[in-house]
């Protein structure tokens, strides 16, 4: 799977530099839009055909909250440290990680305070992002297919509902969905809550 990723990315990029007409770029986030929509209506169907899902989401109840929650900590915990090293500011640090892969509202609601926070936010999303359609299938392989939600972040519900659906089960794809849609409306509330910090 992940080998595949990056062939798709590789032609994809060789494609943008030698064939795809210029003037068509303009187009490319409608083009983006409509190819993710047939992505996530293929994972519906195949969550659809899991017929226990809704009763096993039942069954956990308030602790599917709990995936959410702990790649929240992780996510803010992780950026502090690693801001702690380079020196930066901590809320501003934890702000970043608050975005938790939503590139373009953190790198916007950051932009605010100062561009190069803005840069920084979204130059580190895009990289979360990234780095989670390559590690994904390789996590949800070696370490576990629950654990494999945790580096797409608030891109769990979209970009990398397909990727962590083909490289776990429909349950997990489900899990992955309400953990996506929970850290993304922490987004617009973590991200200002930490720059408001001294």
């Given at each position: 799977?992940?080998v595949?990723?990056?062939?798709?990315?590789?032609f994809?990029?060789?494609?943008?530099?030698?064939?795809?007409?210029?003037?068509?770029?303009?187009?490319?986030?409608?083009?983006?839009?409509?190819?993710?929509?047939?992505?996530?209506f293929f994972?519906?169907?195949?969550?659809g055909?899991?017929?226990?899902?809704?009763?096993?989401v039942?069954?956990?109840?308030?602790?599917?909250?709990?995936?959410?929650?702990?790649?929240?900590?992780?996510?803010?915990?992780?950026?502090?440290?690693?801001?702690?090293?380079?020196?930066?500011?901590?809320?501003?640090a934890?702000?970043?990680?608050?975005?938790?892969?939503?590139?373009?509202l953190?790198?916007?609601?950051?932009?605010?305070?100062?561009?190069?926070l803005?840069?920084?936010?979204?130059?580190?999303?895009?990289?979360?992002?990234?780095?989670?359609?390559?590690?994904?299938?390789?996590?949800?392989?070696?370490?576990g297919?629950?654990?494999?939600?945790?580096?797409?972040?608030?891109t769990?519900?979209?970009?990398t509902?397909?990727?962590?659906?083909?490289?776990?089960d429909?349950?997990v794809?489900?899990?992955?969905?309400?953990?996506?849609?929970?850290?993304?409306?922490?987004?617009?509330?973590?991200?200002?809550?930490?720059?408001?910090l001294?």
């Amino acid at each position: 799977m992940t080998v595949k990723i990056l062939l798709a990315v590789g032609f994809g990029i060789l494609f943008g530099l030698f064939i795809f007409p210029v003037n068509m770029a303009t187009y490319m986030s409608t083009f983006i839009s409509i190819g993710l929509c047939i992505l996530l209506f293929f994972v519906g169907i195949d969550i659809g055909r899991q017929e226990n899902i809704a009763k096993k989401v039942k069954e956990l109840g308030l602790k599917v909250l709990l995936v959410p929650l702990m790649v929240a900590l992780g996510s803010i915990m992780g950026s502090m440290l690693g801001g702690a090293i380079l020196g930066m500011p901590i809320n501003q640090a934890g702000a970043i990680g608050a975005g938790f892969g939503w590139y373009s509202l953190s790198a916007i609601e950051l932009a605010k305070h100062s561009a190069q926070l803005g840069t920084l936010a979204f130059i580190t999303n895009v990289c979360r992002e990234i780095i989670a359609i390559i590690i994904i299938p390789i996590i949800a392989k070696y370490i576990g297919k629950l654990e494999s939600i945790a580096p797409a972040g608030a891109t769990a519900m979209d970009t990398t509902l397909p990727i962590i659906s083909k490289a776990t089960d429909g349950n997990v794809a489900v899990i992955s969905f309400i953990t996506g849609v929970s850290l993304s409306l922490l987004v617009p509330i973590l991200v200002p809550f930490f720059m408001i910090l001294q």
